[in-house]
């Protein structure tokens, strides 16, 4: 276990660090990066990058000082990709940083309140990591079965509609009428998955399994708990290769399950969910900036400036202003 309070008293204890995870150079995550900077001036910025996309011009980030994480992962939606972003960029974190707190978002997040407010109430919790997740129940077969990739079909754009939706439409009824295998997949360009049962899982009433929100704040104890757990136990990392979206169970199940870190089932983040897909958050728009601002929490997501810039706008009212 990392030895949190040494290694805190070698450096300022005072710092605090935020983890950017972005694929898109585009102005909003420059905005961000430099909304931060602003706000907390001492603060450590680290930015993971997908590797699939060229990364953001060094000299840009030297200016704001931001660390660009390397080795850079190729990130997937839905698969174990996500978790390797996070653990690769806390591994680097701990090796170069001391810190006491630590948020991770994303490059469509933004600040709801002055960081320096945010900063000064998490000094003095007696929480050790803010994490939204409940025990598994409903989303059970994403994480006790193992998925198999079937063959990704490169003509499957040129499949008429009709029969798309009808193989869609078969698949939920499949999984619906029975509990032996599933079908999981096809979302945002990943290939479909087979679900089949497990001879066994690492689940138990010792060590039970959670789902939840991948976005959360970790203490410098907690961010080094994950890193030595991960390393220590690689057959449950491994078993989540083989589940959907295991970002969303993967932390929060380690940590819930970490008798020695005091875990909040709050991630303290504002997220609205499309009713109609809950897959999917919804794009906040001016309409909900009062919403946004009464929430009290630190972040918010997901914004998008191209389709309405009105709530970054009346944020940076708030987070920059408030920090001169």
Same mark, same amino acid.
């Given at each position: 276990?990392?030895?949190?309070?040494s290694a805190l008293s070698e450096k300022i204890r005072s710092r605090f660090a935020y983890l950017v995870l &972005?694929? +898109?150079k585009n102005t909003q995550l420059i905005r961000l990066l430099k909304v931060i900077r602003s706000a907390s001036p001492d603060a450590i910025i680290l930015l993971h990058f997908d590797a699939k996309y060229e990364a953001p011009d060094p000299s840009h *980030?030297? &200016? =704001? !000082?931001? +660390?660009l994480v390397e080795p850079r992962t190729s990130v997937m939606w839905g698969d174990i990709s996500h978790v390797t972003a996070v653990l690769n960029s806390l591994e680097y974190a701990l090796q170069r940083f001391t810190f006491e707190w630590m948020s991770v978002i994303s490059g469509q997040?933004?600040?709801?309140?002055? =960081? &320096?407010?945010? +900063?000064?109430e998490l000094s003095c919790s007696r929480f050790d990591a803010y994490v939204r997740a409940d025990p598994v129940s409903e989303y059970r077969s994403r994480y006790y079965l193992r998925y198999l990739s079937l063959p990704n079909l490169r003509i499957a754009h040129r499949i008429p509609l009709r029969i798309r939706r009808f193989f869609k439409q078969a698949k939920i009824q499949i999984n619906k009428r029975q509990s032996l295998f599933r079908? +999981? @997949? !096809? *979302?945002? @360009?990943?290939?479909?998955? =087979? !679900?089949?049962?497990r001879l066994r899982t690492p689940f138990s009433e010792k060590f039970v399994c959670y789902k939840g929100s991948d976005w959360f704040t970790l203490s410098f104890q907690a961010a080094g708990y994950l890193a030595e757990y991960s390393r220590e136990n690689a057959s449950v990392l491994e078993y989540y290769?083989?589940?959907?979206?295991p970002s969303e169970s993967y932390f929060q199940t380690v940590l819930y399950n970490a008798g020695q870190l005091k875990v909040c089932n709050d991630n303290r983040r504002f997220i609205l969910w499309d009713t109609a897909n809950l897959a999917h958050p919804?794009? *906040?728009a001016s309409q909900h900036v009062e919403e946004i601002v009464q929430s009290n929490k630190d972040f918010a997501r997901k914004f998008d400036a191209k389709v309405d810039a009105g709530p970054i706008n009346r944020l940076d009212e708030i987070v920059v202003q408030a920090a001169f």
């Open positions: 276990m990392i030895n949190s309070t &972005a694929y +898109e *980030l030297d &200016a =704001l !000082g931001v +660390e997040d933004y600040p709801v309140r002055p =960081l &320096a407010t945010i +900063e000064r079908f +999981e @997949g !096809g *979302l945002r @360009g990943t290939p479909f998955k =087979l !679900g089949v049962p290769r083989h589940t959907i979206i919804v794009v *906040l």
